[in-house]
Each structure stands twice: as C-alpha cells, then as structure tokens.
C-alpha cells in the first residue's frame, strides 16, 4: 500500500478539505490504485533529465509596476458571501 | 436547410449580402435549443437577452457595410470562460452564484468583431474529466446517442455545435479537453499551441497546460476562429509574441508531397477494432491525396497519462486553493473559525473528483514526495517532449486517433478513475508537449457513433494541420453527417 488512512488525512488537513468515513475509505483505495499505475514512471532513469515545468521555454516576463484603476468594485462585491462597508467579511480569526 | 444548421462561413455570406438577419439567425438558435435542448443538456445558462442585443448591434453594422467573418455569428462559450456581469460556474456548485467581473481576453476579442453569445456550456467540473458527468449542473447527452457522453472536459460546447444549438463554439483543452469531445460527437476541435491563445479570463485548472480553442462544423470554421482569438496578450505572460497567419490561407494548400508519421505506440492493446480500422482507412485516404506516409515512434507515450495525472493536479491543487470562501463563491453556514469556514467551504462546495485530484496533487507536492512524483514527472515530460522534437524532425505532422474509442456509456466510468483517466491516453502527450493538436471527423462506429482522427503538428504549426485536415475533410465529406434527434426521447433508467 503507497498511502494509509492517516496519510490520507494529512494530506487532505494540508489542502482544507475533510471527509467522513466513506470517503476518507474511498480515497485511500482509489489514491492507492492512481499511485499503482504511477510507478511504471519508476522504471525510466531520469538522472540526467532535466525537468519541463512550462511547455515554452521562458524566463521572467517584466512590466512596469504601474497602478490601474479598476472600475467594477462594486461588481467584485456583488460575489462576497460576506461584506461590509466595502470590504469582505471573514470569521474573527484572533481571540 | 434551417439557418442554426450552417457553418460560420456559410452564414457569414448570407448576413453580408442581407439574405438574413443576425436577429432572424440568432432566433433560429434559440428555437433549435427550445425544441432539443431537454434531450441534450448543453448548456448551463442561455444569455438570450445578451445574445439579441448583441444581434441587433451586429445588425447595424452589417447595415452600414461592416461585417466582419464572426459578425452576428451565435456562439456558444463554454462556461470556464469569464464573461463580464454573465454567471460564470465553471460546472461547479462552488461556483454557483458566481458573476464574472471582468471579459477574458478572448471574449473581448470575440465582443470587438460582433460575434453573439448565445449561453455557457456545461462541463465536468473545473474541466476535469473526460465525459461532462462530473458538472454539478448535471449531464449532457451525446446528440449522436442519448445514452452516452458528449466527451469531456468540453462536452457541453461539443453537444451544442453537433446538435446545431449554436454555429461553432469554443473549449478549453488541459489533456485533450477539446478534441475527444469533438471527436465522441464528430466535430472539428483545435488544441492551438500553448502560449498561442491567451489564457486571461479563462478559469485556470492546469496553468503548464491549459488553452482555448475553436470547436466547429469543419475545418475552414476553426481557422475562422483561429484568426480571431489568437495572439500576444501582456495580460497572460505566457502568450507567446509569435505573428498570427490569416489561418483561412492554409485551407487549400496542396498537400502533396507533405509528410505524415503514423506512431507505432499509439496503435496498441486497448485501441477499439473498429477506431483503429477507420484510422487506418483515413491514413489510406492520405497517401491517396500524395501524402508520403512513414512510420515514426514516440517512445514514453506509455508514461504520458501517468505524468499528466501527477503535473495536473498537482498544478490544480495550488489552483484551487482560491476557493476558500472569503471573497466570492460558496462559503459554509456552518464552521467556528476561519480554518472550520475554509475547510466546510471547500468539502461542500467541491465535487468527488475534484476533490480526487486536489488530494492527488497535494500529496504529490508534499513533503517527501514532491521528488518521487512531481519531480519525476515533471523530468519524463522533457522525455516526451524530446520525442515530438524528434518525430517532427522527420515529418510534417502526426496522425494518430483522437480518443481509444467512441463515445462510451453515461455512467461506465464513473466508478473507475483510473479507466476514465486512460480515455485521455492519446490526447494527453500533446498538452505536455505544448504543441498544436486537432480532431476531425474520421467515420462512424457499426452503432453509427463518429470516430475522431487527430492530427498533431509542432509548436506554431497549426497551419500545416488546417492543410491536412481540410485536404482530407474535402475529400471524404465526413463532416457533413448530422445526428438525427427527432428519434423519440432516450428510454430509460438514468445512470
């Protein structure tokens, strides 16, 4: 097995998501077939291989750092769950 | 024939001698969708009112001697592209309510040549999948058999063109997200270059693979929309400042003499008879128009789907975690604190498979992990690339099936992950590679399903697969086909 129950719940702690019991099953006997398959990629000696993040080769793309105005604020608002006085409004995050 | 049946080029004849009006065609649409659209599901949101004014708009500037080739022309958007003041849900509950507060750029681009917007399509969530079964918005149905899917990520713009509820459409295409649905309901569908398109607006899943495109009736429609949506955009730095060619001049090149690689791995265990004895017969047909047809190989297209599995959710999973529920989408009633709001948020607002890969991609970034997985992908990707250098050396284009079979069953996949991952196999190794891919319409299964051929070509190529596509479409009029939905309702049993 490539990844157990407790692993399964750590990693779902690192991306904000939480399962009940059914799912947390599922994902461990899915993630574990996926990361099955994923091996075959074990097989090819990669030492001298340089990785490709990004299909074009390209470097730092530059622009000014100039402020521009953007005229819909009321139209990002309208998407808030939460608002007040123009701002969006969150839980309280310090006691 | 009925105005929503024709082509943009077609249409674009009659609005400019003023044999019809963009209103008298717009209204056709919206009549083709009323009368079918309860069998097909296509769309998530129609924007009739948007689409008449936008109609009437076109109507006047026709009037005054302006028509431009996308003038008046309905098209369908699919719903992972921003639309300004428009509902944008990209097929997911977490973003049922969510209004676009700005134009992606190819909608501005598509809004200045008075092209009309007839609604967003549906799709799998967040464009992960490969059968639209995954949209939080329900399933579309394939309008060449109601009892399968349209294809995936964009089966909702794919359904709409073939079933004539819009003239042409655009996609998005991650791993083969245009052109399998184009293939699964006989279509032309274009995957341009990465970096050719400018990604601006259209909601990131994978942003190494991500790219818009033309979804069609024939070739000539897709270098229509190609000429149009194409081009450098400082607003997305990883368009690429490459000159766009009028893609309308390649239709009609001679073919003869070009050079097509057939590659051996792609002709394996797995490949439907009936796919590989019509790809075989549309090589045929090929070498008869005087093309030299050679055999080429790209070794390590048997890890493609692996790497793909590994770069895009990982890619996604630091995507997504925009959607926390603070400044727009869905947050939880429920949750104590900050940490309980995002947590609730997500878990509720998420569909499976999303979620699937969210973890797939976390796990692969993690500490620990990141080189057995990321890492390695990321080093098999440059093998795969390295492959299409070398094959590109010594032809053309490549030509190879679209998808490894028809359009399967709604729900034969849905309990398999795995097997609906494989069903990207061969539209996969393009994405990685960053190279322009097509699927055209290639003949039809003994349950008279279409079959899609895709033809790829280096970067910035995408000329040289119109030429081909349009030499070979010319030549066998598979394209012509239309799905008959006057047959009685689907019988049955939803999945």
């Given at each position: 097995m490539k990844i157990d129950r407790k692993e399964v719940e750590h990693v779902a702690q690192l991306a904000r998501l939480q399962f009940d019991e059914a799912q947390l099953e599922m994902f461990v006997h899915q993630l574990n077939t996926i990361l099955e398959y994923f091996e075959k990629l074990q097989k090819i000696n990669t030492s001298e291989i340089e990785p490709t993040s990004h299909a074009v080769v390209m470097n730092n793309i530059f622009r000014d750092d100039a402020v521009e105005d953007f005229s819909d604020k009321d139209l990002l608002l309208t998407n808030a769950p939460s608002k007040e006085k123009g701002c969006f409004k969150v839980p309280k995050v310090i006691e | 024939m009925e105005l929503h049946s024709l082509t943009i080029h077609q249409?674009?004849?009659?609005?400019?001698?003023?044999?019809?009006?963009?209103?008298?065609?717009?209204?056709?649409?919206?009549?083709?969708i009323e009368s079918i659209e309860e069998k097909v599901n296509a769309y998530i949101t129609l924007t009739h009112e948007l689409a008449m004014e936008q109609a009437k708009q076109a109507?006047?500037?026709i009037s005054q001697g302006k028509t431009d080739s996308l003038t008046g022309i309905p098209l369908a958007i699919k719903d992972v592209l921003c639309i300004k003041a428009v509902r944008t849900t990209c097929g997911s509950g977490i973003l049922e309510n969510f209004i676009a507060p700005y134009d992606a750029t190819v909608i501005k681009k598509l809004k200045g040549k008075d092209a009309v917007f007839v609604g967003r399509t549906n799709m799998d969530e967040f464009a992960m999948g490969s059968s639209t079964e995954t949209s939080y918005f329900g399933i579309t149905r394939n309008p060449w058999d109601l009892e399968r899917i349209p294809g995936g990520s964009s089966g909702g713009s794919?359904?709409?063109?073939?079933?004539?509820?819009?003239?042409?459409?655009?996609?998005s295409d991650t791993g083969g997200s245009i052109r399998q649905p184009a293939a699964c309901c006989g279509l032309v569908g274009l995957k341009p270059t990465y970096g050719r398109v400018?990604?601006?607006?259209?909601?990131?899943?994978?942003?190494?693979?991500?790219?818009?495109?033309p979804m069609t009736k024939d070739v000539k429609d897709a270098a229509i929309l190609m000429n149009e949506i194409c081009g450098y955009d400082p607003l997305d730095s990883t368009s690429v400042n490459v000159k766009v060619p009028d893609y309308t001049q390649a239709l009609g090149r001679e073919v003869k003499g070009m050079s097509v690689g057939i590659p051996k791995e792609y002709f394996i265990e797995g490949l439907d008879r009936e796919v590989e004895?019509?790809?075989?017969?549309?090589?045929?047909?090929?070498?008869?128009?005087?093309?030299?047809?050679?055999?080429?190989?790209l070794p390590h297209t048997e890890y493609a789907v692996a790497?793909?599995?590994?770069?895009?959710?990982?890619?996604?999973?630091?995507?997504?975690?925009?959607?926390?529920?603070?400044?727009?989408?869905?947050?939880?009633?429920?949750?104590?604190?900050?940490?309980?709001?995002?947590?609730?948020?997500?878990?509720?607002?998420?569909?499976?498979?999303?979620?699937?890969?969210?973890?797939?991609?976390?796990?692969?970034?993690s500490a620990g992990y990141y080189d057995a997985y990321y890492k390695k992908a990321s080093q098999v990707r440059t093998l795969i690339?390295?492959?299409?250098?070398?094959?590109?050396?010594?032809?053309?284009?490549?030509?190879?099936?679209?998808?490894?079979?028809?359009?399967?069953?709604i729900g034969e996949k849905m309990d398999d992950p795995l097997k609906m991952y494989l069903s990207d196999i061969f539209t996969i190794p393009?994405?990685?590679?960053?190279?322009?891919?097509?699927?055209?319409?290639?003949?039809?299964?003994?349950?008279?399903?279409?079959?899609?051929?895709?033809?790829?070509?280096?970067?910035?190529?995408?000329?040289?697969?119109?030429?081909?596509?349009?030499?070979?479409?010319?030549?066998?009029?598979?394209?012509?086909?239309?799905?008959?939905?006057?047959?009685?309702?689907?019988?049955?049993?939803?999945?």
């Open positions: - | 249409l674009h004849q009659l609005l400019s001698k003023r044999e019809v009006s963009s209103q008298e065609l717009t209204e056709s649409v919206f009549k083709r109507d006047e500037n794919a359904a709409a063109v073939s079933a004539d509820e819009c003239i042409a459409a655009l996609g400018s990604r601006f607006g259209l909601v990131a899943f994978a942003s190494s693979l991500d790219q818009i495109g004895v019509t790809v075989k017969e549309a090589i045929k047909a090929m070498e008869g128009l005087g093309i030299d047809i050679k055999e080429v190989s790497v793909y599995y590994l770069i895009a959710p990982a890619e996604a999973s630091s995507n997504l975690a925009r959607y926390d529920g603070v400044r727009y989408g869905y947050r939880a009633k429920k949750g104590a604190g900050l940490l309980d709001m995002y947590k609730l948020s997500r878990s509720e607002g998420f569909g499976t498979e999303v979620k699937r890969r969210i973890m797939l991609g976390t796990y692969a970034l690339r390295n492959d299409f250098e070398k094959a590109f050396s010594e032809c053309d284009v490549i030509v190879t099936p679209t998808a490894p079979t028809p359009a399967f069953k393009a994405n990685l590679a960053g190279i322009a891919g097509i699927s055209i319409p290639c003949g039809f299964s003994s349950h008279g399903l279409p079959i899609g051929l895709q033809i790829l070509a280096n970067s910035f190529q995408e000329e040289k697969l119109l030429q081909v596509a349009h030499a070979y479409e010319q030549h066998t009029k598979w394209h012509l086909k239309k799905p008959d939905l006057t047959l009685p309702k689907y019988s049955h049993h939803s999945p």
